[in-house]
């Protein structure tokens, strides 16, 4: 009976660890307050709503953005420089909400 247990605590154990790291719990780091943010490789699918509008440059490169649309980074209206270096998903949708590009 008592390694049954202990197998039970082990599994909990692993569970809530790997609960704790999964990319949803990263954050982006701040280089500048309020202006620059790194969010590079964290495993996102989508653009943190914790990032301020006041975000000029957003580096977002090696996660993966299932669309782009015209909508994406609308929020972030002093962004001046993104990087999405192999981040794009299925499909990217051009300003004029209908034309389009499928990968």
Do not use: H, W
Not at 26 to 54: R, V, W
């Amino acid at each position: 009976m008592a390694p049954d247990i202990s197998c039970f605590f082990l599994l909990a154990l692993f569970l809530v660890s790997c609960r704790a790291t999964t990319s949803s719990d990263q954050k982006c780091i701040e280089k500048e307050a309020n202006k620059t943010y790194n969010c590079e490789n964290l495993g996102l699918n989508e653009i943190p709503g914790t990032l301020p509008n006041s975000t000029e440059c957003l580096e977002f490169s090696f996660n993966v953005l299932p669309t782009i649309q015209n909508t994406t980074f609308s929020r972030l209206v002093n962004l001046t420089f993104l990087d999405l270096t192999r981040c794009l998903g299925e499909k990217i949708y051009l300003p004029d909400g209908k034309s389009g590009v499928e990968r």
